[in-house]
Antibody
Framework: EVQLVESGGGLVQPGGSLRLSCAAS????????MSWVRQAPGKGLEWVSV???????YYADSVKGRFTISRDNSKNTLYLQMNSLRAEDTAVYYC????????????WGQGTLVTVSS | EIVLTQSPATLSLSPGERATLSCRAS??????LAWYQQKPGQAPRLLIY???NRATGIPARFSGSGSGTDFTLTISSLEPEDFAVYYC??????????FGQGTRLEIK
């Protein structure tokens, strides 16, 4: 059974950093594209970043230069390092699987809440 | 950036009725469009991909149609569990995917 479990969310001050984790089971992270999608409170969905099976990475303009996506193949885990956090980064962050070349998110985690506030 | 505009913002219907949700793209996305369902406190769930293909395990009452810039999600006969928020998503310029703002389907 495919499962994605996020962790690492919490309250952080503006300008601070946080690292999110997404532990996967039932499939191999490195054989798929893996993505982060966020949802601000009461708002819609916003794509954040993706890492390809080959290791290439892409980011939304809103987080480029501040966020870094990575994975640990030995732990079958996806990460999102978030630096220079802003109030507008407050959201539930979901990790999601994207089968290679498909472009759609077929499995999602339950999400982890990141709150940026002083 | 491809902008997806969903209408209506809120749709109020009764169980057993037919629901028709719309998604319009700011430029052609061919058939590269998906629909997701999201219930409160839950992650989105993929319903339809490539405009008209049901994802694994999705009931036949859900159907999608359209191409180019105009797309429709139809729920033929609403079940109580179908009341949720629905989002469309384009992958035409992957990886720079975008989502619509959502349509809330509520019980009348």
């Amino acid at each position: 059974e495919v499962q994605l479990v996020e962790s690492g969310g919490g309250l952080v001050q503006p300008g601070g950093s946080l690292r999110l984790s997404c532990a996967a089971s039932g499939f191999t992270v490195s054989s798929n594209y893996m993505s982060w999608v966020r949802q601000a409170p009461g708002k819609g969905l916003e794509w954040v970043s993706v890492i390809y099976s080959g290791g290439s990475t892409y980011y939304a303009d809103s987080v480029k230069g501040r966020f870094t996506i990575s994975r640990d193949n030995s732990k079958n885990t996806l990460y999102l390092q978030m630096n220079s956090l802003r109030a507008e980064d407050t959201a539930v962050y979901y990790c999601a699987r994207v089968p290679v070349y498909w472009g759609y998110f077929d499995y999602w985690g339950q999400g982890t809440l990141v709150t940026v506030s002083s | 950036e491809i902008v997806l505009t969903q209408s209506p913002a809120t749709l109020s219907l009764s169980p057993g009725e037919r629901a028709t949700l719309s998604c319009r793209a700011s430029q052609s996305v061919s058939s590269y469009l998906a629909w997701y369902q999201q219930k409160p406190g839950q992650a989105p769930r993929l319903l339809i991909y490539d405009a008209s293909n049901r994802a694994t395990g999705i009931p036949a009452r859900f159907s999608g149609s359209g191409s180019g810039t105009d797309f429709t999600l139809t729920i033929s006969s609403l079940e109580p569990e179908d009341f949720a928020v629905y989002y469309c998503q384009q992958r035409s310029n992957w990886p720079l995917v975008t989502f619509g703002q959502g349509t809330r389907l509520e019980i009348k």
